[in-house]
C-alpha cells in the first residue's frame, strides 16, 4: 500500500474515532508526537512522587502516612503505565531516562516548587491533582490505544488523590487560626503554579492545532485552565480561604470566571530549568536510577540464566 492510502486510511481512522494500536501504520510525526506527550507525562508522574515523599515521615498521623504514601505509590505506577505505553511505540524506557536526566526532556513545571508545610500536601492533593484530572479525562478517549487506556486507571487513582488533598485543607480550614493560616498559605503558593500546569496560552501553543485534529488532545489549554477555575473556585469558597487574585471575578455574560494575568516569564524560567528545585528533582531521580543499577543488573542476570536453560 502506498504511504498516501497509508495516510488516508489512518486519518479515516482518526475521524471515526476507531483507536490506533500500536502494530497500526501511523505516521511518524504522529508516532514523534505521542513519544514525546507520553514520555512528559511519565516523567511527570515518577517527578512528582518527590515533592510530596518529603512528608511521608512527617505526617501528623498513621492515617495520613498511609494515604500519603498510597498516594504517592500510585504516582509510581502511572509513571510504570506510561513508560510501558511509550515503549509500544518503539522507544526503550533507558533512553527516555536519559533525556530526563540530560535535562532534554521536559516534566510538568509544578513539580519544581518545594514543599513547605503539612498543608502543601492539602493543596497539592486539591489543586495539582485537580488540574491534573482536568487534563487527563479526555485523555482517556485519545485516539492512541495503550494512552487512553493507561488514561483510564490513572484518572481513577487521581480523583482519589484530588479528595484526600481536599480533605485535609478541610481539616485544616476547621482547625485552629494557626492551622487555617497554613492552609492559606499553601493556596497562596500552589494556586498561581496550578494555573500554569496547562502550559502556554493557545496563542503560544505550537502543538495544539495538529494534536488536537489527531485526537491526543481534546481541549485547548485555555479551555481546560477555565473550566478548571470555574470548578476550584467554588470549592476554595466552601473552605472559607481567599484564591491570591484581585482581578478574580464571575462574569456573568461568559458564564465563566474572569481571572488575572498568569506571570509567564517565570513558567517559562521554571520549564527551562531555573525553577526554585529543578536540580533537587533531576538529582534526586538520577541517584535513584543509579541506585537502582543492581536490581536491572540481577534481573538481566537472572534473564539470561533463564534462557540459557530454555537453549539446554
Ligand atoms: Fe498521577
Ligand atoms: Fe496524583
Redesign the pocket.
Known amino acids: 500500500m502506498s504511504t498516501e492510502l497509508l495516510e488516508q486510511k489512518f486519518n479515516e481512522k482518526i475521524d471515526q474515532e476507531v483507536r490506533i494500536e500500536p502494530k497500526d501504520w501511523m505516521p511518524e510525526k504522529y508516532r514523534k508526537t505521542l513519544i514525546r506527550q507520553i514520555s512528559q507525562h511519565a516523567h511527570s ?1 515518577i517527578v ?1 512522587m518527590l515533592p510530596e515523599a518529603n512528608w511521608i515521615t512527617r505526617a501528623p498521623s498513621l492515617r495520613r502516612k498511609a494515604a500519603a504514601l498510597a498516594k504517592v505509590q ?2 509510581a505506577g ?1 509513571g510504570l503505565y506510561l513508560y510501558s505505553a511509550c515503549e509500544t511505540l518503539g522507544v526503550e524506557r533507558d533512553d527516555l531516562l536519559a533525556d530526563l536526566h540530560s535535562g532534554k526532556a521536559k516534566y510538568s513545571s509544578i513539580f519544581n516548587y518545594p514543599t513547605l508545610s503539612w498543608a502543601d500536601m492539602g493543596a497539592i492533593g486539591w489543586l495539582v491533582d485537580g488540574a ?1 484530572i482536568m487534563n487527563q479525562v479526555p485523555l482517556c478517549r485519545a485516539s492512541y490505544g495503550p494512552y487512553a487506556r493507561a488514561m483510564v486507571r ?1 484518572c481513577k ?2 480523583s482519589f ?1 484530588q479528595r484526600q488533598g481536599y480533605e485535609i485543607m478541610l481539616t485544616l480550614c476547621k482547625g485552629s487560626e494557626a492551622q487555617k493560616k497554613m492552609a492559606q498559605d499553601a493556596l497562596n503558593r500552589w494556586w498561581w503554579p496550578s494555573l500554569m500546569m496547562f502550559g502556554p496560552t493557545d496563542a503560544d501553543s505550537k502543538h495544539t492545532e495538529q494534536s488536537m485534529r489527531w485526537g491526543i488532545k481534546r481541549f485547548t489549554n485555555d479551555e481546560l485552565r477555565q473550566k478548571f477555575v470555574d470548578v476550584t473556585i467554588p470549592q476554595a469558597e466552601i473552605l472559607g480561604l481567599t484564591v491570591p487574585d484581585k482581578d478574580l471575578k464571575w462574569n456573568e455574560e461568559r458564564g465563566h470566571y474572569d481571572f488575572g494575568e498568569i506571570n509567564w516569564e517565570e513558567f517559562f524560567n521554571v520549564i527551562s530549568g531555573n525553577g526554585p528545585c529543578n536540580k533537587q528533582r533531576i538529582d534526586a531521580r538520577k541517584k535513584a536510577y543509579d541506585d537502582g543499577a543492581w536490581v536491572r543488573e540481577a534481573a538481566n542476570a537472572y534473564a539470561e540464566k533463564k534462557a540459557k536453560k530454555k537453549v539446554a
Open positions: 508522574e512528582g500510585d504516582e502511572h491534573a490513572v487513582e487521581e488523590h
